[in-house]
């Protein structure tokens, strides 16, 4: 069965360090794949997303993603976080693109507090 | 003002009862998605529906059901039989039946009492 694996399940940060999450996925075929974030009461929102083309993605609020096929990763970046980037996030996978299913499936979260 | 809304923001329920939680979107997306939020364990699909009067089980729909009536519709119901009822369910919804981008609700917090 697919799954997502996110590394790190808390983290905490000082404003102005970089960041890195990561996410792997077991899946084979072509996949589609998104980063979610879920600020503080709020809705969850779509971060960044990767469907094809440059393995380099930019996202919202300085986010950025890279897709290295070969290590089944997609692991989200970031130069230098502010306070307000405090939020839990979230990568997820589309297996089995182009078929009838648009189900996605997603890692067990990553919380981000990043301190002031 | 487009978007998804779920109702209500908190519902409380009683062991032995049957909830409703309520899910509309107004983007005239064709599929609709249930899912599932636990602390430490992400987001699990309840159920999916890519078109109206058609739905599919994800990967927890034991104790849950649901109905697509309508295209802008999916409530989903939380039976007597699903034993752990007490989480967070956010409601999503796509433009098309593969590879697109999902959007969610705000979520409801279901709490038994």
């Known amino acids: 069965a697919q799954s997502v694996s996110q590394h790190n399940h808390h983290v905490i940060l000082s404003e102005a360090a970089s960041l890195e999450l990561g996410c792997n996925y077991s899946?084979?075929?072509?996949?589609?794949l998104f980063w979610y974030v879920q600020y503080p009461g709020q809705h969850l929102q779509l971060l960044l997303k990767?469907?094809?083309?440059?393995?380099l993605v930019k996202g919202i609020k300085g986010f950025e993603a890279e897709f290295i096929k070969s290590k089944f990763s997609f692991n989200l970046r970031k130069p230098s976080v502010q306070w307000s980037d405090t939020a839990e996030y979230f990568c997820?996978?589309?297996?089995?693109?182009?078929?009838?299913?648009?189900?996605?499936?997603f890692g067990t979260g990553t919380l981000l507090a990043v301190q002031p | 003002d487009g978007g998804i809304t779920q109702s209500p923001k908190y519902l409380f329920r009683k062991e032995g009862q049957n909830v409703t939680l309520s899910c509309e979107q107004n983007l005239n997306h064709d599929a609709m998605y249930w899912y599932r939020q636990d602390p430490g364990q992400g987001l699990r699909l309840i159920y999916y529906s890519q078109i109206v009067n058609d739905f599919q089980k994800g990967d927890i729909a034991e104790g849950y059901s649901v109905s697509r009536e309508k295209k802008e519709s999916f409530p989903l119901t939380v039976t007597s039989a699903q034993k752990n009822p007490t989480a967070f369910y956010l409601c999503?919804?796509?433009?098309?039946?593969?590879?697109?981008?999902?959007?969610f609700g705000p979520g409801t917090r279901l709490l038994v009492l």
């Open positions: 990767y469907f094809s083309g440059d393995p």
């Open positions: 999503a919804s796509s433009p098309r039946r593969g590879g697109e981008t999902q959007y």
């Open positions: 899946y084979g075929g072509t996949v589609n």
């Open positions: 997820a996978v589309n297996a089995g693109y182009g078929g009838a299913t648009n189900k996605l499936i």
